[in-house]
């Protein structure tokens, strides 16, 4: 294929070579994918459903699920089907699409939100209702949607625009940027180059926001005389900051690392870490130390038990 107007498909890369291994992996990606479905569907319907978690904590909380769902299901629906029916190929239209609707970037600046909002909780409590009521709070997380939507654009549209005569075949499980971007002719990727030197500054920005952010919250924790007090305080934030901490470690691995340490398995492995593993573990990280959405799942748990068994479906008592 000389350039990307003849290019009509994409193959991505095989992740076994038999059989067995290929089914493997289709059972694999299936029970993470659908994990990730029900432990975000589950915060979801939790946090809509208790009128008690209708706070700017749960409200970020909720939109960071959807983003999740979103996420996962751009990148491992399109996996498992080629595993299953043994085959790589992606349409252009597809692979377009995919590096598209991979919010990523979303995802980095609702968690810049998510971290304002425990400053604010934590230094500054008096005026919490003030700062983060409802219209802000909405607003923030639009703010965190769009430009998440805007940056999607402006790398489609740049990545896609670019001649490609490298070949068709990409090094990894489903469409990212640099594989893509390694199929370029010659110079001509420095556009796309140039997108990501802003976005990553933008990135930069909100990591030293966040890093601002979590040092005058463990100044204001450890200033807190009781150890309950301190306990509760560290509760509401190490979920977050062990989200943060894993995204951009990994993600940052990805897009920076350097090529002499580059190896397709090494790709993959990271890849699956940043792409695959938060939407997964994001659900359990936030509810493991969290009791007030521990109640809820509870009480939703209650709820299906009760309308399961209206139904005349016998649950076991150990569910």
Same mark, same amino acid.
């Given at each position: 294929m000389s350039n990307s107007s003849s290019m009509t498909e994409f193959l991505l890369l095989a992740l076994a070579d038999t059989r067995e291994l290929q089914l493997l992996h289709f059972w694999l990606f299936l029970g993470i994918y659908l994990a990730a479905l029900l432990a975000n569907g589950l915060i979801i319907t939790a946090i809509a459903c208790g009128h008690h978690l209708h706070t700017p904590m749960y409200f970020f909380l909720l939109n960071l699920s959807l983003l999740d769902l979103g996420s996962i299901s751009t990148t491992v629906p399109k996996a498992?089907?080629?595993?299953?029916?043994? %085959?790589?190929?992606?349409?252009?239209? &597809?692979?377009?699409? @995919?590096?598209?609707?991979? #919010?990523i970037s979303?995802?980095?600046?609702?968690?810049?939100?998510?971290?304002?909002?425990?400053?604010?909780?934590?230094?500054?409590? +008096?005026?919490?209702?003030? $700062? +983060? !009521?409802?219209?802000a709070c909405v607003?923030?997380?639009?703010?965190?949607? &769009? %430009? !998440?939507?805007?940056?999607?654009? #402006?790398? %489609?549209a740049n990545t896609f625009s670019i001649p490609l005569c490298q070949g068709n075949a990409l090094d990894q499980f489903?469409?990212?940027?640099? @594989?893509?971007?390694?199929?370029?002719?010659?110079d001509s990727f420095l556009r796309e180059v140039g997108?990501?030197?802003? !976005? %990553?500054?933008?990135?930069?920005?909100?990591?030293?926001?966040?890093? $601002?952010?979590?040092?005058?919250?463990?100044?204001?924790? #450890?200033?807190?005389?009781?150890?309950?007090?301190?306990?509760?305080?560290?509760s509401m934030? +190490?979920?977050? $900051?062990?989200?943060?901490?894993? $995204?951009?470690?990994? !993600?940052?691995?990805?897009?920076?690392?350097?090529?002499?340490?580059?190896s397709?398995? #090494?790709?993959? =492995?990271?890849? =699956? +870490?940043?792409?695959? =593993?938060?939407?997964?573990?994001n659900p359990l990280i936030y509810s493991m130390r969290n009791q007030e959405l521990k109640d809820a799942l509870k009480k939703l748990k209650k709820l299906f038990r009760w309308f399961f068994e209206l139904q005349g479906v016998k649950i076991s008592p150990g569910l």
């Amino acid at each position: 294929m000389s350039n990307s107007s003849s290019m009509t498909e994409f193959l991505l890369l095989a992740l076994a070579d038999t059989r067995e291994l290929q089914l493997l992996h289709f059972w694999l990606f299936l029970g993470i994918y659908l994990a990730a479905l029900l432990a975000n569907g589950l915060i979801i319907t939790a946090i809509a459903c208790g009128h008690h978690l209708h706070t700017p904590m749960y409200f970020f909380l909720l939109n960071l699920s959807l983003l999740d769902l979103g996420s996962i299901s751009t990148t491992v629906p399109k996996a498992m089907a080629n595993s299953l029916w043994d %085959t790589r190929a992606i349409s252009y239209t &597809g692979c377009a699409a @995919q590096v598209f609707f991979f #919010l990523i970037s979303a995802e980095y600046f609702l968690l810049t939100v998510m971290a304002y909002d425990r400053y604010v909780a934590i230094c500054q409590p +008096l005026h919490y209702g003030t $700062l +983060l !009521g409802s219209r802000a709070c909405v607003h923030m997380a639009a703010a965190a949607w &769009g %430009t !998440g939507f805007l940056n999607a654009v #402006l790398h %489609t549209a740049n990545t896609f625009s670019i001649p490609l005569c490298q070949g068709n075949a990409l090094d990894q499980f489903f469409c990212e940027i640099p @594989q893509i971007l390694k199929l370029s002719c010659s110079d001509s990727f420095l556009r796309e180059v140039g997108v990501l030197v802003v !976005g %990553t500054c933008l990135f930069f920005v909100c990591f030293v926001f966040i890093v $601002l952010s979590y040092v005058q919250i463990f100044r204001a924790v #450890l200033r807190i005389p009781s150890e309950q007090g301190r306990h509760k305080a560290f509760s509401m934030c +190490l979920p977050h $900051l062990a989200v943060v901490s894993m $995204l951009i470690r990994t !993600g940052t691995f990805v897009y920076l690392k350097p090529p002499s340490i580059s190896s397709p398995s #090494l790709d993959l =492995v990271v890849t =699956v +870490l940043y792409s695959i =593993v938060p939407s997964s573990v994001n659900p359990l990280i936030y509810s493991m130390r969290n009791q007030e959405l521990k109640d809820a799942l509870k009480k939703l748990k209650k709820l299906f038990r009760w309308f399961f068994e209206l139904q005349g479906v016998k649950i076991s008592p150990g569910l």
